[in-house]
């Protein structure tokens, strides 16, 4: 079974708008990490995003904000105020604890329009 | 400047030829990880280190090898077993516990 999903090869959104970007996780281990990378055309990874599995409260981070839905096994990323430099592919990925591993979905596309 | 070097960007081999992608970080971090990543799609992982002289295999880790001779150090030697070795590689590490992966800028090989 795959550790992480994203849904959404691709996506569209009009500038200045905000964007939700989906990504669902399977684990049955109680303690793990969500992240959110942003990998624009040059290749590079970036950190954008962490939350916790025991955080009370969805993580921020400027304009990007995790929604964490814990009984659903949801981490949506939600980008406020969306900039044209926004256009990447956006990865949500998994750490267990336990083993040390991070797992990574497939990815979204992000398409910005000015 | 604490980070992830990996060199060199750009690596061109013939095919049947090993070749090894370096990759150094200064930042201290126990565990270090090596992906591959073909065009349009997410990271698998190859191969991962936690301590020095240990490491474990990846989700794909047939055709390539590590080291980890030191704890800055984890190169990718990826032979001529790996049936399709173009691709993008890039490098990770991190620290134990829930921190975030740090990444390299990332080799694209290309096999000619």
């Known amino acids: 079974a795959q550790k992480i999903t994203q849904t959404q090869p691709g996506m569209f959104v009009q500038e200045k708008e905000a964007v939700t970007l989906d990504c669902t996780y399977d684990?049955?281990?109680?303690?793990?990490?969500l992240f959110w990378y942003k990998q624009p055309s040059s290749g590079e990874m970036i950190f954008l995003i962490y939350?916790?599995?025991?955080?009370?409260q969805n993580a921020t981070e400027g304009r990007y904000s995790l929604n964490f839905q814990k009984a659903r096994k949801s981490a949506n990323l939600v980008i406020s105020a969306s900039q044209l430099g926004d256009s990447a592919m956006y990865f949500c990925?998994?750490?267990?604890?336990?083993?040390?591993?991070?797992?990574f979905g497939s990815g979204t596309k992000l398409n910005v329009k000015p | 400047d604490g980070g992830i070097t990996q060199s060199p960007k750009y690596l061109f081999r013939k095919e049947g030829q090993n070749v090894t992608l370096s990759c150094e970080q200064n930042?201290?971090?126990?565990?270090m990880y090596w992906y591959r990543q073909d065009p349009g799609q997410g990271l698998r992982l190859i191969y991962y280190?936690?301590?020095?002289?240990?490491?474990q295999k990846g989700d794909i880790a047939e055709g390539y090898s590590v080291s980890r001779e030191k704890k800055e150090s984890f190169p990718l030697t990826v032979t001529s077993a790996q049936k399709n070795p173009t691709a993008f590689y890039l490098c990770?590490?991190?620290?134990?516990?829930?921190?975030?992966?740090?990444f390299g800028p990332g080799t694209r090989l290309t096999v000619l």
């Open positions: 939350q916790g599995s025991y955080d009370q």
């Open positions: 684990t049955s281990d109680p303690s793990y990490g």
């Open positions: 990925a998994m750490r267990e604890i336990d083993f040390n591993k991070f797992y």
């Open positions: 930042l201290n971090h126990d565990a």
């Open positions: 990770a590490s991190s620290l134990q516990g829930y921190n975030e992966q740090f």
């Open positions: 280190s936690q301590i020095v002289n240990d490491f």
